[in-house]
């Protein structure tokens, strides 16, 4: 029984009809000769469900209690739908063979100046990395990677759970896992100023893995809110909650006080001290920045891979890593 492809001809576009089972085909219109290239060597794997609806409501209402969420979301909140469903993840294994070269900069004082050694380094990499990315459009789910990949495997409940299918291409989850195990890579070899590398990234597997997770759907103060559960390890993995407008008011008013009053006494002892005001107005200006890191998402607390996801505790890292290194907006202290 022949199936349809929604691709065309590259000679002349038109429509191609393939058989199962067939690498090559002719084309009906022009009669060029094609090789037909599918998902051969792609092993699936489906996880097993593991959990239960009501355990997937338990995990839902523990995680309301946490974090800086409405006080009262565990008395007003009201489930209103519970499912579990599939959803496809490519993931890859890569081996990452070869050298990094360069140097490391070391700092020495003796009392009357100060002078940087390079430290030449040579580092030998051979090393297995794994990577995981979502093989569809997960929506507003907040989930983009897998997070566990341990549990019992079967495909019993594979026909019986509603399943999402994949629309991404392997070829483009390979290229993400290879520059994935690159960045891991050079970020493993330690070493700072690289000026060459001979690295080969090599393919060791590649899996459709078809994970079960719990999508909660549950009402607060009329409005409509989500989280989802992992159907293997019954973990909260992502979702929207109210947060608590009493916490947060009470976080923009000391974060602005407390960033304010540092900022203002980095002025004052601009005249006398220019390490320790400027000490005082970066440590301020960090505190100021995570106040609007926390608060920029209003009143709404959000967990997962979110592409308007609220506050992290990463998010304030990253700024005070650049702050502290002299570098805002590109731009070094100096030149500002």
């Given amino acids: 029984m022949g199936i349809e492809v ?12 393939v ?36 355990t997937a409501v338990i995990s839902s209402a523990s995680w309301w209690k946490k974090g800086f969420k409405a006080r009262d979301l565990k008395r007003v909140g009201q489930v209103t739908e519970c499912y579990p469903i599939y959803i496809p993840f490519w993931s890859t294994t890569t081996r990452v063979a070869g050298w990094i070269c360069g140097y490391e900069e070391r700092t020495h004082s003796d009392g009357k100046r100060t002078y940087t050694e390079r430290i030449p380094k040579e580092e030998l990499i051979l090393r297995d990395y794994r990577f995981s990315e979502i093989a569809c459009d997960p929506g507003d789910l907040g989930i983009r990677k897998m997070r566990n990949i341990d549990g019992e495997t079967a495909l019993t409940d594979f026909q019986t759970i509603p399943t999402f299918e994949s629309t991404t291409s392997k070829d483009d989850a390979f290229a993400h896992a290879k520059e994935s195990a690159m960045a891991n890579a050079r970020s493993d070899a330690h070493v700072p100023h690289i000026t060459f590398e001979n690295v080969h990234v090599f393919p060791e597997s590649m899996s459709m893995v078809y994970y079960p997770i719990w999508v909660v759907r549950y009402t607060y103060r009329d409005r409509m809110y989500l989280n989802t559960v992992d159907g293997v390890t019954g973990s909260v993995l992502s979702g929207r909650a109210p947060g608590d407008p009493l916490f947060q008011s009470l976080a923009v008013t000391a974060g602005t006080s407390i960033g304010g009053l540092l900022g203002a006494t980095g002025i ?18 960090i505190i100021m920045v995570g106040t609007y890191l926390f608060f920029r998402g209003g009143s709404e607390i959000t967990e997962g891979d979110f592409s308007d996801r609220g506050f992290k505790l990463g998010d304030l890292k990253n700024v005070a890593s650049q702050l502290t290194q002299g570098r805002v907006g590109g731009n070094n202290w100096g030149d500002i």
Avoid: H, W
Wanted: charged letters at 15%.
């Fill in 6 to 17: 929604g691709l065309n001809c590259p000679a002349c576009s038109g429509a191609i009809k």
């Fill in 19 to 54: 058989v199962e089972g067939e690498t090559t085909v002719n084309c009906q219109y022009c009669g060029s000769m094609l090789f037909v290239e599918g998902d051969a060597g792609v092993t699936t794997i489906s996880f097993k469900n593991m959990i239960t609806r009501e």
């Fill in 268 to 285: 004052i002892v601009a005249s006398s001290s220019g390490e320790v005001a400027i000490g005082c107005f970066v440590v301020g200006l």
